[in-house]
């Protein structure tokens, strides 16, 4: 899993506008935490991918994984760089299916990650395609380095971008069902929707601390519908 070490003007920045930064850096680790302790025991071994290289993130990191995720320090590069180095650095075993997820979906089900490895036994790459134009997670059985290369990052239409890669390389892909990040308030507002929902079905997503947050955000804003806490 691919994350940053919580700090202000560095993460969630476009809900910081909304909310303030020390109120988004509390959402987002929050999303960090829980993320990590629902994916304890998922896969044969989980990587916290971490970012900027300080010793303050370091010992934060350290902190967050205990004995349960290994740690791997995010090179001084774009997005594409990282991801492009962190398969050279683990999918290199003819066995191998890596899959790499970030910290922006924190209700994405463990399943997806168990659909996702599974389909890394029939296809090269597998992704998993985000509501907003990008994706929430790839996979590799080998290196890839051209589906990470000159992307525009920054738009809504990394996905387009990286399926014109897959076409053009030629590798087997295999596609996930569609998830959402939380990026803006107002996809705040659909999470807290999406976990009262689940609650009411019965399908409680165990996440003390988001929903703490949420619990907080609404306070401070003019209010949504937000989930019990537990």
Not at 59 to 84: H, I, K, N, T
Request: hydrophobic share 40%; charged share 25%.
């Amino acid at each position: 899993m691919f994350v940053k070490w919580p700090r202000p003007g560095q993460v969630k920045t476009r809900l910081a506008r909304s909310v303030g930064p020390g109120a988004a850096v509390e959402f987002y680790q929050a999303c960090v935490e829980d993320m990590t302790d629902r994916l304890r025991q998922c896969g044969d071994c989980r990587i916290l991918a971490w970012a900027p290289d300080s010793p303050a993130a370091a010992r934060y990191f350290s902190a967050v994984a205990g004995e349960d995720f290994d740690l791997w320090l995010q090179p001084q590069e774009d997005l594409g760089g990282r991801l492009e180095r962190f398969f050279e650095d683990h999918a290199c075993h003819a066995d191998d299916r890596v899959v790499v997820i970030g910290s922006d979906s924190p209700t994405l089900p463990v399943r997806y990650l168990e659909a996702a490895w599974d389909a890394l036994k029939r296809a090269d790459c597998v992704i998993g395609p985000a509501v907003d134009g990008g994706y929430y997670l790839v996979g590799l059985r080998k290196p890839v380095p051209e589906l990470f290369e000159d992307i525009d990052w920054d738009s809504s239409t990394v996905l387009a971008q990286t399926i014109q890669r897959v076409r053009q390389v030629g590798v087997k892909l295999a596609l996930l069902d569609p998830w959402y990040d939380v990026d803006t308030l107002e996809d705040v507002e659909l999470l807290s929707g999406h976990l009262a929902a689940l609650d009411a079905a019965g399908e409680t997503l165990i996440s003390p601390r988001l929903r703490q947050s949420l619990l907080q955000l609404h306070e401070q804003t003019d209010g949504f519908q937000h989930p019990e806490t537990e």
